[in-house]
């Protein structure tokens, strides 16, 4: 008694609110945030009450407030993350008795910037491109008032503990453990308009998470509500932020943290003195009808008016599809694929040139961001083909019907495309965030790109994914495709670095067993076959001769025509024959990859297989199913025999004419001795 009198004459001396926030290294202590001093951003405030209110009934927001200093979770930078302790009470007050939106985390990370993260669904935590990322290192206990099926909820009313991202390691319905005789589980409901306590406790020597909850003035259950084991060490970072994230969507509703406590090692968190927290307001009854009716009218009023606009919109671009843009009857089935062009030109911000990723042989290519639903967006690239190109728009279209139905992962998804008016098309495509193969390998000695090289191992998985969607595309599909234009600049890298083929607007389509009729010889100098020298048929075949092409390209790291040290243009595939009959294969390998782990032996397979491929004689190459049996070492690859040993003179014998056209052609365009082109 005498004690606490001298506290309080001493604090009130001093003139310092009642509620002390006492803040050492290892342990602290807020019974209000009046003088807390944290970082807050968001629609995070502090009330002058003291509460912390992490949003404040606006919809779409999100509120994020931290302990101003960082934590050490680690003694040293490489020893584990300790053990630690938190506590803290929060309140949610909906608008509505049974709806609210989104819910309170508790966050442990290294950074308090969370600007990239999006609101609702997210939780101000995370957005659609790094939830779940192991780059994130964040541990966190989300108390989640809706279900949502893409992070796997359980239900609208559940406490998860949270790696990375969204979807919980482990979670459980809200509520707590009797103790005692009886035993029993008691529910709570988050949204209950009242205040609840919630514990977190890391024990690091068993990896053992706990989650308590309990309601306010209820005594800390003996029971975790949730308990996962999860070693932190792999999760949080040595020094970290400790804090609260919350977010709205749709609904109105209110998050508060009334007092936190925290505590690292062997403190553990002190307990919070519930007298002393300050109040959740109070929505009385009436308040809450009046609010009701002051939100649903308006909403009400605006849902009708909205229906009516959009039934209007519907209605004129309906009639303006019909009569403005061009719609002939082959391409009813294509449908679904069709992009309004007002959309593709804001997804580019009207094609402006820095959205510009390159320039191929139809047309430009930009990249766009399209609005997938209210939280998230998806990038695409649209490929806009230019008016005075070679391709009729009915193959473009054919184009499209076969990449937006093919599905493989080693396939660039075409999502759609857009015709216009005056002819002009654009085919929108999955943005590829790694872009083309050949900027990967080349962009070392070429102008420009500074990308480190890929290693042995990223070029090799690029190999078998793109040997695994080309056999698809021969032999898997419900037709035959030929792909026509295999090359470095049409396999593009997805976020895992995955070779993805794209570019199908050479391809034709066969039905299986069908006689190919003769057609145009289409593709790229240095990738073409022999044969199309001489007929123009087309065969799963010729497409395996560009892909051996392509494998000598990525192991040697050279163009498929290429300038030696003297000036002359040399074919690859004669560069690495040679190489193989002085039995030197190794030294064709890219002299980027020595030093590196390089499996020589994977090399030297590739290597070869590439030759067999590329050879001179169609029926000599192996089909797609055979190269995947050779790549995955399921069958050994045969030796090339001593009569290949006239490999090349055997391909001058049948394509002399062909070789001629190489020649003249290198020597007209040789600075870009492989740019795509369509000739007769
Ligand atoms: N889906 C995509 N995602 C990201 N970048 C892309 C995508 N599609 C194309 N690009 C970029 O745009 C550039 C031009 O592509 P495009 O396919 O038109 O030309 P290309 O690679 O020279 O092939 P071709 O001349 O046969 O059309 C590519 O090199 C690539 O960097
Ligand atoms: C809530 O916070 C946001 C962002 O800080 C602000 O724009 C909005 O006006 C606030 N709404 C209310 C009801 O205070
Ligand atoms: C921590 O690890 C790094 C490399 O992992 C090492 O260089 C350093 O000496 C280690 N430090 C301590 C204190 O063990
Ligand atoms: C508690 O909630 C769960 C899930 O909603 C439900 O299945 C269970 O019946 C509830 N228990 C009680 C005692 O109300
Ligand atoms: C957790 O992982 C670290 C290294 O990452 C290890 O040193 C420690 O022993 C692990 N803890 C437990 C309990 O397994
Ligand atoms: C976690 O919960 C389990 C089960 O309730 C309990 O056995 C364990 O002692 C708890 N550990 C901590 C650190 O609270």
Same mark, same amino acid.
């Given at each position: 008694m005498f004690m606490k009198l001298i506290c309080f004459l001493l604090l009130g001396a001093v003139g310092a609110p009642e509620h002390v926030s006492a803040s050492t290294d290892d342990q602290f202590v807020y019974s209000s945030f009046a003088s807390a001093g944290l970082a807050l951003d968001g629609a995070a405030t502090v009330t002058p009450s003291g509460l912390l209110e992490l949003t404040n009934g606006s919809l779409q927001l999100k509120g994020h407030a931290f302990h101003p200093t960082p934590l050490r979770f680690r003694e040293s930078p490489n020893g584990t993350v300790r053990s630690f302790s938190a506590s803290f009470v929060f309140g949610i007050l909906s608008a509505y008795p049974d709806m609210s939106a989104h819910g309170i985390v508790f966050v442990v990370a290294? #950074? #308090?910037?969370?600007?990239a993260a999006l609101a609702s669904q997210y939780l101000g935590l995370v957005n659609v491109q790094n939830n779940g990322d192991e780059s994130n290192h964040i541990f966190a206990v989300e108390l989640d008032t809706l279900q949502q099926d893409e992070f796997r909820d359980i239900n609208d009313n559940h406490v998860g503990v949270d790696i990375n991202g969204l979807i919980s390691l482990e979670s459980s319905n809200a509520g707590y453990y009797l103790g005692g005789e009886k035993g029993g589980f008691e529910n709570l409901t988050l949204i209950s308009h009242e205040a609840m306590q919630v514990w977190v406790d890391y024990d690091a020597g068993n990896s053992r998470i706990n989650v308590t909850l309990a309601p306010l &003035?209820? $005594?800390? %259950? $003996?029971?975790?509500?949730v308990s996962a084991t999860y070693n932190l060490s792999s999760v949080i970072t040595s020094t970290a932020y400790v804090g609260f994230s919350s977010a709205t969507g749709s609904f109105d509703s209110r998050h508060y943290v009334l007092g936190w406590s925290f505590g690292m090692g062997s403190s553990t968190a002190p307990a919070i003195d519930i007298s002393k927290l300050p109040k959740l307001p109070r929505v009385t009854p009436a308040e809450a009808r009046s609010k009701v009716l002051e939100i649903v009218l308006p909403i009400a009023s605006a849902a009708v008016v909205l229906a009516l606009g959009t039934a209007v919109v519907l209605f004129v671009r309906r009639r303006r599809r019909y009569t403005e843009e061009v719609r002939e009857d082959w391409e009813m089935e294509f449908g679904p694929h069709r992009f309004p062009y007002k959309d593709l030109h804001s997804a580019t911000q009207g094609f402006k040139s820095k959205h510009l990723l390159g320039v191929g042989g139809f047309g430009r290519v930009y990249r766009g961001v399209l609005p997938a639903d209210c939280a998230s967006t998806m990038d695409i690239a649209v490929k806009r083909v230019s008016h005075d190109s070679n391709q009729g728009v009915k193959e473009f279209i054919a184009e499209v019907v076969s990449l937006g139905r093919l599905q493989h992962p080693n396939l660039v998804r075409l999502l759609g495309y857009c015709r216009r008016r005056k002819g002009e098309l654009l085919l929108v495509y999955e943005y590829? %965030?790694? &872009?083309?193969?050949d900027k990967h390998l080349y962009g070392g000695h070429e102008a420009g790109s500074k990308k480190a090289a890929l290693n042995w191992a990223q070029r090799f998985q690029i190999i078998k994914g793109i040997a695994s969607g080309l056999l698809y595309l021969h032999e898997e599909w419900e037709k035959v495709v030929i792909h026509r234009d295999i090359k470095a600049s049409n396999v593009l890298l997805d976020d895992k670095m995955n070779g993805r083929l794209g570019d199908f607007g050479l391809a034709r389509l066969y039905d299986h067993g069908a006689d190919p009729q003769s057609t145009r010889v289409v593709g790229t100098i240095g990738y073409l076959a022999p044969e199309l020298g001489r007929t123009s048929k087309a065969n799963p075949l010729t497409d395996v001769f560009s892909f051996g092409t392509f494998l000598l390209e990525v192991t040697c790291g050279r163009r498929p025509i290429f300038q030696d040290e003297h000036g002359n243009q040399v074919m690859l595939v004669d560069w690495v024959l040679e190489h193989w009959h002085r039995e030197s294969l190794a030294d064709a390998v890219d002299v980027k990859l020595r030093g590196d782990d390089c499996n020589v032996r994977e090399a030297r397979l590739v290597l070869q297989l590439g030759l067999s491929c590329s050879h001179p004689l169609i029926n000599a190459r192996p089909t797609m199913r055979q190269v995947m049996h050779y790549l995955s070492n399921q069958v050994p690859l045969p030796e090339l025999r001593s009569t290949d040993l006239s490999f090349r003179t055997l391909a001058m014998m049948h394509n002399d004419g062909f070789d001629s056209y190489i020649q003249s052609s290198c020597s007209t365009s040789s600075k870009h001795p492989h740019t795509s082109s369509v000739y007769k």
């Open positions: 290294p #950074t #308090t910037d969370f600007s &003035g209820v $005594a800390k %259950p $003996a029971e975790a509500l590829m %965030p790694n &872009g083309s193969l």
